[in-house]
């Protein structure tokens, strides 16, 4: 069947897939050798070489979900991002990375990059301006994340990619908090995208791993660094990522929904002084998200009122979890500078704008009146020591 024009929900369910010759099963079946014949046969596998049966057939889903000629399955989001800024990246080169990453992502940068001979800069602002003010003759990487971790800025993804092709300059983006359901920054001009496969591929909280789509040309590049770094991912991970994505759509288009009505009704409560997400119109980005986005995503942060402690409003809560990570069925809280972003300094934090009294918000797919009462009661009790004052 002609794939080229095949729907979103039919790719996460049936390409990529490795059809049961023998039993006929509806499944994909799992190979889980990690020894394979080398002579009379026309690709030489090794798990390490990232091209056991599972693992190819799982590159070619997520590389059309991403839009994408080719991709890579990591061992987590980390092994992903790393591998691929190693190997555009060498000692003498420099990159241009927007401020507003995820915090291993930038923790990986300030502490390994300086003992490879690698120069950085960060933009405080990520506009097209930010980024062409530091480029240097030796820049060879932007690197971007759209929406951001954890406050969900959004960056002008097209202008930033025109930027880059003029200076002959490569373009990355971590696409996690967006996935491919909302956005497919390769349509919009970035050369590689990478995702914390763990998150919106994954979904049910159970696995970890990561992923890198570009085109052929980029995937080999990243491809010989990889096999010597050794970040592949196991047979039967990468068999519950591919059960995972069958239901990629449906989940995050409800996520998107219970996101954006919970935004909107978290913004007019009078206990909440702060509410970060695209999707609603007070969101400074919101028409360039509006713009380069299909959907808003399922990620907001918030902030209770003066006088509201954070840390106790996420212990007081019943349904929702107060947990690490995000992006599961689930829907989960944490505060960034505890967690996401613990590695960073307090003025690092500072400079992103990352209070100690935000709260991220991963929303699940629960009916959003159980989620509305359990932030209420929560709220309520954290109050009655005001109210006994």
């Given at each position: 069947?002609?794939t080229k024009n095949?729907?979103?929900?039919?790719?996460?369910?049936?390409?990529?897939?490795?059809k049961?010759?023998?039993f006929?099963?509806?499944i994909?079946?799992?190979?889980?050798?990690?020894?394979?014949a080398?002579?009379?046969?026309?690709?030489?596998?090794?798990?390490?070489?990232?091209?056991?049966?599972?693992q190819e057939?799982?590159?070619?889903?997520?590389?059309?979900?991403?839009?994408?000629?080719?991709?890579?399955?990591?061992?987590?989001?980390?092994?992903?991002?790393?591998t691929?800024?190693?190997?555009f990246?060498?000692?003498?080169?420099h990159?241009?990375?927007?401020?507003?990453?995820?915090?291993?992502?930038?923790?990986?940068?300030?502490?390994?990059f300086?003992?490879?001979g690698i120069?950085?800069?960060?933009?405080?602002s990520?506009?097209?301006?930010?980024?062409?003010q530091?480029?240097?003759?030796?820049?060879?990487?932007?690197?971007?994340?759209?929406?951001?971790?954890?406050?969900?800025?959004?960056?002008?993804?097209?202008a930033?990619?025109a930027?880059?092709?003029?200076?002959?300059?490569?373009?990355?983006?971590?696409?996690?908090?967006?996935?491919?359901?909302?956005?497919?920054?390769?349509?919009l001009?970035i050369?590689?995208?990478?995702?914390s496969?763990?998150?919106?591929?994954?979904?049910h909280?159970?696995?970890?791993?990561?992923?890198?789509?570009?085109?052929?040309?980029?995937?080999?590049?990243?491809?010989?660094?990889a096999?010597?770094?050794?970040?592949?991912?196991s047979?039967?991970?990468v068999?519950?990522?591919?059960?995972?994505?069958?239901?990629?759509?449906?989940?995050?288009?409800?996520q998107?929904?219970?996101?954006r009505?919970l935004?909107?009704?978290?913004?007019?409560?009078?206990?909440i002084?702060?509410v970060?997400?695209?999707?609603?119109?007070?969101?400074?980005?919101?028409?360039?998200?509006?713009?380069?986005?299909?959907?808003?995503?399922?990620?907001?942060s918030f902030?209770?009122r003066?006088?509201?402690?954070?840390?106790?409003?996420?212990?007081?809560?019943?349904?929702i979890?107060?947990?690490?990570s995000?992006?599961?069925?689930?829907?989960?809280?944490?505060?960034?500078?505890?967690?996401?972003?613990?590695?960073?300094?307090?003025?690092?934090?500072?400079l992103?704008?990352?209070?100690?009294?935000?709260?991220?918000f991963?929303?699940?797919?629960?009916?959003?009146?159980?989620?509305?009462?359990?932030?209420l009661?929560?709220?309520e009790?954290?109050?009655i020591?005001?109210?006994e004052?």
């Amino acid at each position: 069947m002609d794939t080229k024009n095949m729907g979103f929900n039919t790719i996460c369910t049936h390409l990529g897939e490795i059809k049961d010759e023998q039993f006929k099963g509806a499944i994909s079946p799992i190979y889980m050798a990690t020894s394979y014949a080398f002579e009379g046969v026309d690709i030489k596998r090794y798990p390490r070489y990232f091209n056991t049966p599972n693992q190819e057939a799982l590159s070619k889903k997520i590389a059309k979900l991403e839009k994408g000629e080719a991709s890579l399955i990591f061992g987590s989001g980390m092994a992903a991002i790393s591998t691929t800024l190693f190997s555009f990246l060498q000692k003498g080169d420099h990159i241009i990375l927007q401020r507003l990453l995820y915090g291993g992502t930038i923790n990986l940068v300030n502490e390994e990059f300086d003992k490879h001979g690698i120069e950085y800069s960060f933009v405080d602002s990520p506009t097209k301006e930010s980024f062409e003010q530091k480029i240097k003759p030796n820049t060879k990487v932007i690197y971007i994340e759209t929406p951001s971790n954890p406050l969900l800025t959004i960056t002008d993804i097209r202008a930033v990619a025109a930027l880059a092709k003029e200076k002959g300059i490569t373009t990355m983006i971590d696409n996690t908090f967006a996935s491919p359901v909302n956005q497919n920054p390769i349509s919009l001009g970035i050369d590689i995208v990478l995702h914390s496969a763990t998150k919106y591929l994954g979904g049910h909280s159970d696995i970890l791993a990561g992923a890198v789509i570009a085109s052929e040309k980029n995937i080999d590049q990243i491809f010989q660094v990889a096999k010597n770094l050794g970040g592949s991912l196991s047979d039967f991970t990468v068999w519950m990522l591919e059960r995972s994505i069958k239901t990629l759509g449906i989940r995050v288009k409800q996520q998107n929904k219970n996101a954006r009505k919970l935004a909107k009704w978290l913004e007019k409560h009078e206990d909440i002084s702060t509410v970060y997400y695209p999707g609603l119109k007070s969101h400074p980005d919101h028409e360039l998200a509006k713009e380069q986005m299909k959907g808003y995503g399922g990620m907001l942060s918030f902030e209770l009122r003066e006088g509201l402690d954070a840390s106790k409003f996420q212990k007081e809560l019943q349904l929702i979890k107060n947990s690490m990570s995000l992006a599961g069925v689930e829907s989960t809280m944490l505060t960034p500078s505890l967690t996401s972003h613990a590695l960073l300094t307090p003025e690092e934090r500072e400079l992103q704008g990352i209070k100690d009294s935000l709260i991220r918000f991963s929303v699940g797919i629960e009916e959003k009146e159980d989620l509305m009462q359990d932030i209420l009661q929560a709220i309520e009790k954290i109050k009655i020591p005001e109210l006994e004052h």
